[in-house]
């Protein structure tokens, strides 16, 4: 059973740093990627990384945010520098887990980022 656990978020202020961590287990992964939701918004992307370190970002996180991944312990993070308010969201993990029939889109249940003072 494929399963993605995030963990790391938290109440945090205005310009402070969080890392958040998604640990996958039951297959291996090619491209991974932190996406987030904000209350009435639609979920929007973050940043992915290829299972060879290629990494992409948000223009809105671009220079704050760092991607990264271990593919030995099959976890991915997300390490969050000068938070802003509008940083807040649900975070989730994506990973396309490789089957024999093709890739596969698993996602984790979220973990809450509140940027407040």
């Known amino acids: 059973q494929v399963q993605l656990v995030e963990s790391g978020g938290g109440l945090v202020q205005p310009g402070g740093s969080l890392r958040l961590s998604c640990a996958g287990s039951g297959s291996r992964f090619s491209v991974m990627g932190w996406y987030r939701q904000a209350p009435g918004k639609q979920r929007e992307l973050v940043a992915t990384i290829s299972s060879g370190g290629i990494t992409k970002y948000a223009e809105s996180v671009k220079g704050r945010f760092t991607i990264s991944r271990d593919n030995a312990k099959n976890t991915m993070y997300l390490q969050m520098n000068s938070l802003k308010p509008e940083d807040t969201a649900v975070y989730y993990c994506?990973?396309?887990?490789?089957?024999?029939?093709?890739?596969?889109?698993?996602w984790g249940q979220g973990t809450q980022v509140t940027v407040s003072s």
């Open positions: 994506k990973a396309d887990g490789r089957t024999p029939g093709g890739l596969i889109a698993y």
